[in-house]
């Protein structure tokens, strides 16, 4: 069995890797008993599935088994934009019961870095991840790695990061637009709370450091003395 490669943005940027870190490590200060984290933000594009996969890395790197789900059935990018796979079975066909979880887990180059795939697109994504076989898969999973990080959909235009949340132990919130308008961010935090799931909190992705470090100067948040740190 051939080992697949990862490609990242960033993947070899020190700053990206150092910001990531320190995701990491604010992850894991949120408690040991967060392993099982879903990732989502309000739109499309604001870096959910580069952040899901950059922290995945991270935590290999620090020698956690972790593993990826990719649980975007419907417009699944990652294997063929960020890895060398090819065409390979995943989620979709584990709930629908034609293939093992065994059989669907891809290893990757790294040891402790696995991924299961979305799999074929089927009819009903949502309803495959409000069943009782998705509960099942990830409380198996939960067994098996020190830390299983969920890829979805957009929230603000599909349910299915709110259907999922309710079997994670916290979810981490992308926000990579500079188009986001607050009653969407309230909408989108409100929903993971109604879930039961924990809010661990927000990846702003996709900054102009530079630019922001100006807005938070012009909106006193930022002062002078902080910057000469
Ligand atoms: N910090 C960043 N800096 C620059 N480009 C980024 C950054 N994060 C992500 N990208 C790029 O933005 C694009 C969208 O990222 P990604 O696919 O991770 O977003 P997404 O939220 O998962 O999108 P979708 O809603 O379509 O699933 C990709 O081309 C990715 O390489
Ligand atoms: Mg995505």
């Known amino acids: 069995m051939s080992l697949i490669k990862v490609n990242l943005p960033g993947g070899e940027d020190f700053y990206t890797q150092e910001a990531y870190k320190v995701l990491r490590t604010n992850l894991q200060f949120c408690g040991k008993d967060i392993k099982v984290i879903v990732v989502t933000s309000?739109?499309?594009?604001?870096?959910?599935t580069t952040v899901a996969m950059q922290t995945a890395k991270s935590f290999?790197?620090?020698?956690?088994?972790v593993i990826v789900i990719d649980a975007d059935m419907r417009k699944s990018v990652m294997a063929m934009r960020n890895t060398t796979a090819k065409r390979p079975g995943g989620l979709s066909e584990v709930l629908i019961g034609i293939k093992t979880l065994e059989e669907c887990i891809t290893k990757t180059q790294d040891p402790s870095f696995d991924i299961l795939f979305a799999g074929k697109y089927p009819p009903n994504p949502s309803e495959l991840l409000g069943s009782e076989y998705f509960s099942n898969l990830?409380?198996?999973?939960?067994e098996q790695y020190d830390y299983v990080i969920i890829d979805t959909p957009p929230l603000g235009m599909l349910i299915d990061a709110a259907i999922i949340a309710p079997h994670c132990d916290g979810s981490v919130i992308v926000m990579g637009s500079e188009k986001l308008k607050y009653r969407d961010v309230s909408a989108m935090l409100d929903q993971m709370e109604k879930s039961g799931c924990r809010v661990l909190g927000v990846v702003r992705n996709k900054l102009n450091s530079k630019m922001d470090t100006k807005r938070r100067m012009q909106s006193g948040e930022y002062t002078a003395q902080q910057e000469q740190k």
């Open 60 to 65: 290999a790197e620090l020698g956690k088994k």
């Open 138 to 142: 990830l409380a198996q999973l939960r």
């Open 42 to 48: 309000h739109g499309e594009n604001e870096g959910k």
